[in-house]
């Protein structure tokens, strides 16, 4: 019989309806029932695409008598990290502070009121390398509830005390300058790796905002080695294994320093970031590779990730079948020889595997090799590898396919837009914009509410119950502001406009200028989350401030810029010590130096030279600027007011920190203009 979980819309949620564990969403209801009961909590906290969830609750919360302990003695409440990220925050705060570690699954246990008392990540069914078995962990957390409570209380009082004073000092209410953002690139050259891209060690992930913000300091300063530290790591990336070889699309990371083995999971999020990287890299180099991974990223977006009502789906599961009804990580990714012979032959095989570096003991498990690139030299027949790529594409495609998680989360589809919106616009590919218009509209129609409140999340059409948090507004704002600089339609300013009010309203401290990542009337945790630095995406605090900072440029909105330039000390104090972790931050702070710049186009839209400004406009590397297209008597966008044609002829306009250069007609003069 399925529990609680049954009702909720949150895909890895729905895969715990069926346990035997009597689980609770996280809800008032499930406090109180703790209250009543007497009963410790067992928050569990995962996503649906991560592999170790998926052990553990094979292991335990699929096995009766485990389940019937946990039923007897605790309330159970299961929280996807994807659409509680506050919840998530929160708790994961406390288990790195009190073990140096975190990750997902994430085990804690609470009192009835909230307050984290103990804390793990995933526990095997029996005693392992030191570790505990959950059996252990759960009869030691009931025996010290049992017996000794006012220690647990004690200890959950101390733990919620010491979270609460680990408030974050803003640092410096100075924006950073030229030195702070020198001191950063020095930081970043000292991690990398020259040997092969990317920063530090294993595992390694791919630096996606560290990498915009060495394109931009590059467009700014004309610093080579920030160019050649971000082109180096997108060859390396775009080579190794973490891309997938024959569809396109990034897996998570990579558990070893040379990119060759992936955890096989897919974001949207990395996905999106990405995609907007290649593209801006293409953009600063001409790069073929670029272009490449550019398009096949959007396309796989696109193909693999749109939802049926115009949405983008969160992630693929990194497990799937492998023929035999075992879920087996990699399984529809990797391939060894004698599967390569049976799709190609035995010539076509022998070149496959020289191509792809497939070898007989393989570089992943069981002789099965992840697919690369590793030949940077040679000459390779490429109608002959097209159709290899083609005819391993076709047969993978019969093999069980990995999960998708279809929950729509705001945040990662703006950075969807943003990025197909440019791609498509790059490459003069409207299908991408169309793809990035209809899942603003999606967010529009489904996730914006009357009062211009965000929804988290949204699953086959259907709103989720949880409030977006600061990153949600940020990135979805993001991305609208991407589409008003692309298609011309001021509407997606506005929206933008309604969003970014609120982050100055509901999510803004209002003496000091810090952002927290829930709104002031969120619900109450044991501490409101606030964290600046960018982990997988881009923070709501760093993302705040770089759509803060657009939006002011678009609209001369100064409270919108005086909030951007506020939050950007954090990354003067954080950006020359760990710049690997701010890495958007940093980037908007290249904006805030070069003015950002504001590029007006007025013409006819219609018009092939007005289109030829426009690209020229979007093809600026100059860091952050902003471009609004238009007839000469729109009022679609602030920056066209009172732009005229100049002899009749379609017109740009480039401004910066309050000064403009004069108008012109002649694109090779805009692009100069652009450069300086």
């Known amino acids: 019989m399925p529990n609680r979980l049954a009702h909720e819309t949150s895909p890895y949620l729905l895969q715990h309806a069926d346990n035997p564990v009597d689980w609770w969403p996280w809800s008032a209801d499930a406090f109180e029932e703790a209250r009543k009961s007497g009963k410790p909590v067992l928050l569990s906290v995962g996503y649906s695409s991560c592999h170790w ?7 335990s919360f699929e096995d009766q008598e485990t389940a019937d302990y946990l039923n007897a003695h605790f309330v159970s409440v299961k929280v ?12 994961m705060e406390a288990v790195q502070a009190a073990t140096g570690q975190g990750g997902w699954p994430m085990t804690v246990f609470l009192t009835p009121d909230a307050e984290p008392f103990y804390f793990g990540t995933y526990f095997p069914p029996a005693p392992r390398q030191g570790s505990p078995s959950f059996r252990q962990v759960l009869e030691g957390v009931h025996s010290a509830w049992t017996d000794r409570r006012d220690e647990v209380a004690e200890v959950a009082e101390k733990i919620v005390r010491d979270l609460a004073g680990r408030e ?3 640092g410096d209410t100075q924006v950073p300058g030229e030195e702070d953002l020198a001191g950063a690139l020095l930081g970043l050259t000292r991690d990398y790796d020259a040997g092969h891209g990317g920063f530090g060690g294993a595992p390694k992930f791919p630096p996606s905002m560290a990498i915009e913000f060495l394109l931009r300091h590059h467009a700014r300063t004309g610093a080579e080695g920030a160019l050649q530290m971000a082109a180096d790591t997108c060859e390396r990336m775009a080579r190794g294994g973490i891309y997938d070889q024959l569809a396109g699309g990034f897996a998570r990371y990579s558990v070893d320093r040379e990119w060759v083995v992936p955890h096989f999971e897919k974001m949207l999020y990395d996905n999106a970031l990405l995609c907007r990287v290649y593209a801006h890299l293409w953009r600063s180099t001409g790069s073929d590779l670029a272009r490449r991974v550019a398009l096949e990223t959007a396309d796989f977006m696109v193909r693999e990730l749109r939802t049926n009502e115009g949405g983008f789906a969160s992630a693929l599961d990194a497990d799937s079948d492998d023929g035999t009804g075992k879920h087996v990580e990699g399984a529809y990714y990797v391939w060894t020889p004698a599967q390569l012979r049976e799709v190609l032959g035995e010539q076509d095989a022998e070149l496959a595997a020289d191509y792809f570096g497939v070898t007989e003991e393989g570089t992943f498990e069981e002789g099965a090799s992840v697919l690369q690139l590793p030949q940077s030299e040679g000459v390779f027949d490429a109608e002959r590898i097209a159709s290899i790529r083609a ?5 993978r495609g019969e093999r069980p ?3 998708r998680d279809d929950k729509v989360v705001a945040a990662w589809n703006g950075l969807a837009v943003a990025a197909l919106a440019e791609t498509g616009a790059y490459f003069d590919r409207p299908d991408l914009i169309e793809a990035a218009l209809g899942a603003a509209d999606l967010l529009v ?5 009357e ?4 929804a988290r999340t949204s699953k086959d059409g259907r709103v989720g119950a949880n409030a977006g948090v600061l990153e949600d507004y940020a990135d979805v704002s993001e991305g609208f502001l991407a589409l008003a600089s692309v298609t011309g339609e001021g509407v997606w300013l506005e929206f933008a406009g309604f969003l970014l009010d609120h982050v100055l309203v509901q999510f803004t401290d209002e003496e000091s200028g810090t952002l927290y990542d829930t709104a002031a009337d969120a619900e109450k945790l044991i501490r409101r989350p606030q964290d600046p630095t960018d982990n997988a995406t881009p923070s709501g605090w760093s993302a705040a401030a770089g759509a803060l900072l657009s939006y002011a440029a678009q609209t001369g909105a100064e409270p919108h810029r005086a909030a951007a330039e506020r939050a950007l000390g954090v990354v003067k104090a954080l950006g020359p010590r760990a710049p690997r972790f701010i890495g958007w931050g940093l980037a908007t702070a290249e904006a805030l130096l070069d003015g950002p710049r504001e590029v007006a186009v007025v013409g006819p839209v219609d018009d092939p030279a007005t289109k030829e400004l426009h690209r020229a406009a979007l093809l600026a590397t100059a860091p952050g600027a902003v471009v609004a297209m238009g007839a000469p008597d729109s009022d679609e966008l602030p920056l066209l007011a009172e732009r005229l044609l100049v002899s009749g002829e379609p017109t740009a306009y480039v401004c910066r920190n309050f000064t403009c250069d004069a108008p012109t007609t002649d694109v090779d003069r805009l692009r100069e203009a652009l450069k300086r």
């Open 401 to 403: 396919a990995p999960g």
């Open 53 to 59: 969830c998926h052990v553990m609750a094979h292991e």
């Open 451 to 454: 009062h211009a409140r965000l």
């Open 80 to 91: 996807d990290r994807e659409e509680r990220p506050d919840v998530d925050a929160v708790y």
């Open 445 to 449: 129609r489904l996730h914006l509410d």
């Open 168 to 170: 974050i000092a803003f």
């Open 391 to 395: 005819r391993l594409l076709a047969a």
